[in-house]
């Protein structure tokens, strides 16, 4: 199975701050990896998908990079809306795969 | 707008089999690949498998064929059936549509895409 890891597990900041969280593959997944937002009582959102894309309707301060064995995600200009719980997914191979996830908090 | 819905039992008895039904509105369940992931406290989310609209499916090994997922396109429905369930089994369940995409290259990417629904989730404890 793929491992993917991903840092930090959680993270404090303040409103208008970029935050930028990591995912590594425990070998290459190519550019087979997406990123998802999680608020308590919702369902997950996607945000990202193919390492960079940009879903329809998801804010642009949103982006990702990468590709092969590290991926990051990067929030610039945090919004009260953003506080939540984010993390990846690989599909390059079966079983999928998930990072444990970053809470991301007010400090 | 899609949207999907788990419903079943939220009590299982260990040893029995969990089912689990998700249904799909606002979009038709054609040409998509359905998802079952669940999420624990201590393993975080994990992938269970899922079904193509045609009735192809994929399982996560690890759950040595205790697993089963089904299609009803008349119904726009597609359900989860894990047999001999454990404590080790309560979770969050949730079920997921992946949607294809195409890559750089313009290769149709059918079956890796993202989770571009999901639903909110349900609770299933396992009861010893």
């Known amino acids: 199975d793929i491992q993917m890891t991903q840092s930090p597990s959680s993270l404090s900041a303040s409103i208008g701050d970029r935050v930028t969280i990591t995912c590594r593959a425990s070998q290459t997944i190519s550019s087979h990896l997406h990123w998802y937002q999680h608020r308590p009582g919702e369902a997950p959102k996607l945000l990202i998908f193919?390492?960079?894309t940009l879903e329809s309707d998801v804010p642009s301060r949103f982006s990702g990079s990468g590709s092969g064995t590290e991926f990051t995600l990067t929030i610039t200009g945090l919004r009260l809306e953003d506080f939540a719980t984010y993390f990846c997914?690989?599909?390059?191979?079966?079983?999928?795969?998930f990072g444990q996830g970053t809470k991301l908090d007010f400090k | 707008q899609v949207q999907l819905q788990e419903s079943g039992p939220g009590l299982v008895k260990a040893s029995e089999t969990l089912s689990l039904t998700c249904t799909v509105s606002g979009g038709s369940i054609r040409n998509y690949y359905w998802n079952w992931i669940r999420q624990t406290p201590g393993k975080g989310l994990e992938w269970i498998g899922y079904?193509?609209?045609?009735?192809?499916?994929k399982y996560d090994p690890s759950l040595r064929g205790r697993v089963t997922i089904s299609v009803d396109t008349s119904k726009d429905q597609f359900s989860l059936k894990m047999t001999s369930v454990t404590a080790a089994d309560t979770a969050v369940y949730y079920c997921a549509r992946l949607r294809g995409y195409y890559d750089r290259g313009g290769y149709w990417i059918e079956d890796r895409g993202p989770l571009d629904y999901w639903g909110q989730g349900t609770l299933v404890a396992v009861a010893s």
């Open positions: 997914q690989q599909t390059y191979s079966n079983p999928r795969t």
């Open positions: 079904i193509s609209y045609s009735g192809n499916t």
């Open positions: 193919a390492a960079s």
